[in-house]
Nanobody
Framework: QVQLVESGGGSVQAGGSLRLSCAAS????????FGWFRQAPGKEREGVAG????????TVADSVKGRFTISQDNAKNTVYLQMNSLKPEDTAQYYC??????????????????????WGQGILVTVSS
């Protein structure tokens, strides 16, 4: 029911920055878990960051902690992933995902891809050395 569109990807040199945007439309609820995931060639899908849009609580994977930040602009129905100090290892297809917040479900800090209902098409981030 929620449509997600990512933007802001591209190519950047190591040490550079990019900001990914995830624009949501068609939402039926006021509170969602949003997550950013990535998948590199030959690698498993990895949860990168998550946010509870109702209270603003965020989580970031250890692999990107200190470099990536997730944030939201509820007025624009948009979630962002600010990526700084990018490394070649960050090269991957990045996906935005969303699921309605439910009291009986896992908290938004749990980044398990199979728990998310809505997915964007993905956007490529390439970091060159």
């Amino acid at each position: 029911q929620v449509q997600l569109v990512e933007s802001g990807g591209g190519s950047v040199q190591a040490g550079g920055s990019l900001r990914l945007s995830c624009a949501a439309s068609g939402s039926r609820y006021s509170r969602y878990c949003f997550g950013w995931f990535r998948q590199a060639p030959g690698k498993e899908r990895e949860g990168v960051a998550g946010i509870d849009t109702g209270v603003g609580i965020t989580t970031v994977a250890d692999s990107v902690k200190g470099r990536f930040t997730i944030s939201q602009d509820n007025a624009k129905n948009t979630v962002y992933l600010q990526m700084n100090s990018l490394k070649p290892e960050d090269t991957a297809q990045y996906y935005c995902a969303a699921r309605p917040f439910r009291w009986g479900a896992a908290p938004c800090t749990v980044l398990l891809g199979d728990q998310f209902e809505s997915w964007g098409q993905g956007i490529l981030v390439t970091v060159s050395s």
